[in-house]
């Protein structure tokens, strides 16, 4: 009985805690979709976007496989690697049929490069500074996947949407609800552990806006 009222508690934090994320957001809604509307009718710039995503989701995999190695790593998070790497090569795949040839993470298949790797780089190192003194490793993987889930919710529903207007023969659909699967996920393990705070996901989410503006700025002008 227990578990299950963890669990409802833990829901409808999540279902605040998202519209809430929405509410701030609101600003980046009409950029965000400007940009996708821009890309998504041209192949060799829409290539590049789902190459920089597939960049990204790798990177995600990688900090987790480098992070999350003790002995007692358990299936939730091996099921976590497993799927961030699938979605990695899932845009990977999809950003080369665009293409019609293959890609490489380097500056000329992707899209503003810079700022997503300091997107991700710098939201990291904000959680290991904030975390890392009076919690574990764990932790700042936990709160790091969680908060990188927020975003990908948010622009990979635009991004679909996008798609959808545009007809465009690629889905997100399976994407989007793993992704809504593993913000459910990692928000329960957290509060598991105690270490679910409404302030400190306050915090944190109000810092990677900044940074997604400051990612969204970049792929503007990479497009320009």
């Not at 992707?110 to 975390?131: D, G, I, K």
């Amino acid at each position: 009985m227990q578990r299950t009222d963890d669990t409802e508690l833990t829901e409808s934090w999540l279902d605040g805690a998202l519209a809430r994320f929405a509410a701030d957001n609101d600003e980046l809604v009409l950029q965000t979709r400007s940009l996708l509307a821009r890309i998504v009718p041209d192949a060799p710039r829409h290539a590049r976007l789902v190459n920089t995503l597939s960049m990204l989701e790798h990177m995600g995999s990688h900090k987790i496989m480098s992070t999350q190695h003790a002995a007692d790593i358990d299936q939730p998070t091996l099921k976590h690697v497993a799927e961030e790497a699938q979605h990695a090569y899932f845009m990977k795949r999809q950003a080369e049929k665009t293409a019609e040839r293959p890609l490489e993470y380097v500056a000329d298949d992707l899209l503003a490069p810079a700022a997503a790797r300091m997107y991700f780089q710098r939201l990291e190192a904000a959680m290991v500074r904030t975390l890392a003194p009076q919690h574990s490793a764990h932790a700042v993987y936990l709160y790091m996947s969680m908060i990188v889930e927020f975003r990908a919710l948010w622009f990979y529903g635009l991004y679909q949407q996008t798609l959808q207007r545009a007809r465009h023969a690629l889905s997100l659909k399976r994407v989007l609800g793993e992704e809504q699967a593993h913000l459910g996920d990692i928000a329960g393990r957290l509060e598991l552990a105690g270490e679910l705070s409404d302030a400190r996901a306050a915090e944190f989410l109000g810092y990677e806006k900044a940074l997604y503006a400051r990612l969204l700025g970049g792929l503007q002008r990479a497009i320009a």
